[in-house]
């Protein structure tokens, strides 16, 4: 450790962001290089609504991700109950599992 509590103080994430974010919008890389770095931006912009997120957000997330029809994987937490078999099956996919399409 050299003297400070941070080992990485904010301004070199920042400029470190800053330069991931030129790179994924810059034209003089091909394709797979811009998606290289907007990955990595994706990957550190989900981390943060995560740690910004409430204990009752971050709750009702875990609840969420629970939520999801197991025939077309699908999330079932925002379908209105009466298109419901269970919280993991949409009534339109039971009856396709059914044959009454
Ligand atoms: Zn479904």
Redesign the pocket.
């Known amino acids: 450790m050299s003297g400070g509590i941070t080992r990485i103080a904010p301004e070199s994430i920042i400029s470190e962001l800053s330069n991931w974010s030129l790179e994924a919008g810059s034209g003089y890389n091909d394709g797979w290089t811009r998606q290289h770095y907007q990955n990595q931006l994706d990957r550190i912009f989900s981390h943060i609504d995560k740690m910004r997120m409430s204990k009752e957000e971050r709750e009702i997330a875990e609840e969420k991700a629970k939520w999801v ?1 197991t ?4 999330s ?1 937490f925002e379908t209105d109950h009466d298109y419901l078999v269970s919280p993991t ?2 009534l ?2 039971q009856l396709k599992l059914d044959g009454n399409d």
């Open positions: 029809c025939e077309c994987e699908k079932t099956m949409h339109g996919c």
